[in-house]
């Protein structure tokens, strides 16, 4: 948490600089993507894409620096858990990036004047959305010791999230590769289940989408759980 608190403004700057740029700027190209169902996707995908960037990336770059800091032994040396450690420290980011996630939806109210329902299912559509991506940088930053290959892969596994996966267009505009891909990137299931909350469209395939990120969550948290070197008590 001391780490945290000199980099948050860091991250609250990045967190609600980029979904705000991405929605003026993606509804520009062409002759402007301004239609309801366009923002919608635009507005859902930039959200999704800023959880990825701050907390796969951040993530994966923070552990790596407590690699090379040599701290890790002192947080093996507290009396927690590697869960408990794993929950904190992801929780502590998702915390940093929250007032960011609603900036998407409120700028296209705010810029194009379309009504988009703020549902309070997106209470937990984030966290289990943000909480995959955050497991997979923390694994990530775990595995690999250089910070600067941890960089080059978040980054190129960021614009795999991107733009492999529905988050800005519709899954069938994807060529086939990719859309074999997105059916199992917790990212495509994230951005349909945030459109359908703030549609009011809560039926089946939210149901589905929420059935999905829990099992990647659990899945994922426990893959970090068992990747993270720990020294034995």
């Given amino acids: 948490m001391l780490i945290v608190r000199t980099s948050w403004h860091v991250h609250m700057v990045f967190g609600i600089f980029m979904p705000l740029t991405m929605v003026f700027g993606f509804s520009r190209i062409g002759s402007g993507l301004t239609d309801q169902t366009s923002l919608l996707y635009i507005a859902s995908g930039s959200g999704v894409f800023s959880i990825a960037a701050l907390g796969t990336t951040a993530i994966a770059q923070r552990i790596g620096a407590i690699k090379a800091e040599g701290s890790m032994m002192y947080y093996a040396s507290l009396p927690i858990s590697k869960v408990a450690f794993v929950t904190a420290f992801i929780a502590a980011r998702l915390l940093l990036i929250a007032p960011g996630l609603l900036t998407s939806l409120l700028a296209v109210e705010l810029l194009y004047d379309i009504h988009l329902t703020l ?59 990719l859309r074999v891909i997105s059916y199992a990137m917790p990212t495509s299931y994230g951005a349909d289940a945030i459109r359908h909350s703030v549609t009011g469209n809560i039926d089946s395939s939210f149901a589905f989408d929420i059935a999905f990120l829990v099992v990647a969550s659990v899945a994922a948290l426990w893959i970090a759980d068992r990747t993270l070197r720990w020294r034995a008590s």
Avoid: C, K, Q, W
């Fill in 119 to 177: 549902s309070p299912t997106l209470l937990f559509v984030y966290p289990l959305t943000a909480l995959p991506l955050a497991a997979l940088g923390l694994v990530i930053g775990t595995l690999i010791d250089r910070i600067e290959l941890i960089s080059i892969i978040t980054y190129m596994l960021n614009f795999l999230l991107l733009l492999g996966a529905p988050l800005l267009i519709p899954v069938e505009s994807l060529p086939l590769a």
